[in-house]
C-alpha cells in the first residue's frame, strides 16, 4: 500500500503538470521547444524526447502543488493568527 500511494502521489503531479501545461500556451510550447532540441542531441536525444515531456509535466505538478501549499498554509495563518 504504501508504494501504491507514492506511485498515486506521482501520478496526480505528472496529471496536474500536464493539464497546466497544456492549458498554458507559453508552458506548452516551452515543452514543445525542449522536446525539439532534444531530438537533435546525438546518441541519446531519442530517448530523450521520450522523457522529456514527463519531466516537464514533472516540474510544472511540483511547482503549481507547492505554490497551491504556500496559498494554503498562508491563508491558514491568516485566519488562526486573528486575536480575539
Same mark, same amino acid.
Given at each position: 500500500?504504501?508504494?501504491?500511494?507514492?506511485?498515486?502521489?506521482?501520478?496526480?503531479?505528472?496529471?496536474?503538470?500536464?493539464?497546466?501545461?497544456?492549458?498554458?500556451? !507559453?508552458?506548452?510550447? #516551452?515543452?514543445?521547444? #525542449?522536446?525539439?532540441?532534444?531530438?537533435?542531441? !546525438?546518441? &541519446?536525444?531519442?530517448? #530523450?524526447? &521520450?522523457?522529456? !515531456?514527463? #519531466?516537464?509535466?514533472?516540474?510544472?505538478?511540483?511547482?503549481?502543488?507547492?505554490?497551491?501549499v504556500g496559498i494554503f498554509k498562508a491563508?491558514?495563518?491568516?485566519?488562526?493568527?486573528?486575536?480575539?
Amino acid at each position: 500500500m504504501h508504494g501504491l500511494s507514492i506511485v498515486g502521489t506521482a501520478a496526480m503531479f505528472l496529471a496536474g503538470g500536464s493539464i497546466n501545461g497544456h492549458g498554458t500556451p !507559453p508552458l506548452h510550447h #516551452l515543452s514543445e521547444y #525542449l522536446v525539439e532540441n532534444a531530438e537533435h542531441l !546525438p546518441t &541519446i536525444g531519442a530517448a #530523450l524526447s &521520450i522523457v522529456t !515531456p514527463v #519531466l516537464v509535466d514533472a516540474v510544472i505538478g511540483l511547482l503549481a502543488a507547492a505554490i497551491s501549499v504556500g496559498i494554503f498554509k498562508a491563508g491558514l495563518q491568516v485566519l488562526f493568527s486573528r486575536k480575539h
